[in-house]
């Protein structure tokens, strides 16, 4: 089995790492263009080490693509771990008094947000063979409980118990299709005041990452946010030794990125347009 995990470096920069039952796999070089990306590693077996180059195109939860090596190439395609459990979840348990509804917020690489009595608590994910669980501590005041939840995914119904010092309850869980609806690339386009037209580039990757390009300078997103339709954003232009920061507060309609840029100059409304790819 391998599996390769793509965390998004700082200032843009990617980031991966490759784990097999055989070898050690050491990532040389990660380059990304649009949907499509080259990774460069060095496999080392006993005493004999090989280079392979993987080149792969995105799509959706798939990849699809090659791996060369000096014996030749071959068809290496993947799937995206945990894709069908990405997403915001509303779970609902019974009881004797009534039900009552909570939110889960899962992200592409398990963490998630599980929102219960007005606050977020952070937990990790275990998911093996469409079984989900974890465990967390739930603290109210000076008292503490621990808490376990085990589910069973079916598309996008998730079923199971939540167990506590105070027993067991049954939920049902359904997953919210129109979560995180700012994923994807956003085109921007605008004039300046002498009649120059400038277009930079709003990459979203998931709940947690994204870029922001701009005159072929790919800058890291900070403090991204997505709320149902909602997204906001800061990023740090940065042009030989000025330093310029940007924030981006808006809302997707269709496919549509209406907001508003502010910087040091004042605040200005963009509108990005979805790119048809994605």
């Not at 090659?66 to 019974?94: D, H």
């Not at 309850?169 to 690339?185: E, M, P, Q």
Request: proline share 2%.
């Amino acid at each position: 089995m391998r599996e390769c995990l793509f965390p998004g470096g700082r200032n843009g920069a990617s980031q991966a790492k490759w784990s097999q039952d055989m070898g050690e796999h050491t990532i040389t070089r990660v380059r990304s263009a649009d949907d499509t990306f080259t990774l460069d590693r060095t496999v080392k077996l006993e005493e004999m080490e090989l280079e392979v180059t993987n080149t792969a195109k995105i799509d959706g939860d798939k990849l699809t693509g090659t791996m060369i090596s000096k014996f030749g190439e071959i068809e290496a395609n993947g799937t995206r771990v945990g894709a069908e459990v990405v997403g915001v979840w509303e779970l609902t348990t019974t009881s004797d008094r009534c039900p009552r509804t909570r939110l889960m917020l899962v992200f592409s690489d398990l963490t998630a947000r599980y929102k219960t009595y007005g606050r977020e608590i952070p937990v990790t994910l275990q998911l093996k063979d469409k079984q989900v669980s974890f465990e967390t501590e739930m603290k109210f005041g000076d008292r503490a409980f621990e808490m376990a939840l085990k589910g069973k995914l079916d598309g996008n119904q998730l079923d199971g118990e939540i167990t506590t010092s105070r027993g067991v309850n049954k939920f049902t869980g359904k997953k919210r299709l129109s979560a995180f609806v700012g994923i994807g690339t956003w085109e921007f386009t605008r004039e300046t005041d002498n009649g120059d037209v400038r277009t930079s580039t709003l990459k979203i990757n998931d709940a947690k990452s994204g870029t922001y390009s701009f005159r072929d300078n790919d800058i890291a997103l900070d403090s991204l946010s997505l709320d149902g339709d909602n997204v906001a954003f800061k990023v740090t232009l940065k042009f030989n030794e000025r330093e310029i920061p940007l924030e981006f507060k808006g809302a997707v309609k269709e496919d549509a990125l209406a907001g508003q840029w502010t910087t040091p100059r004042g605040t200005r409304d963009s509108v990005g347009k979805r790119k048809k790819t994605d």
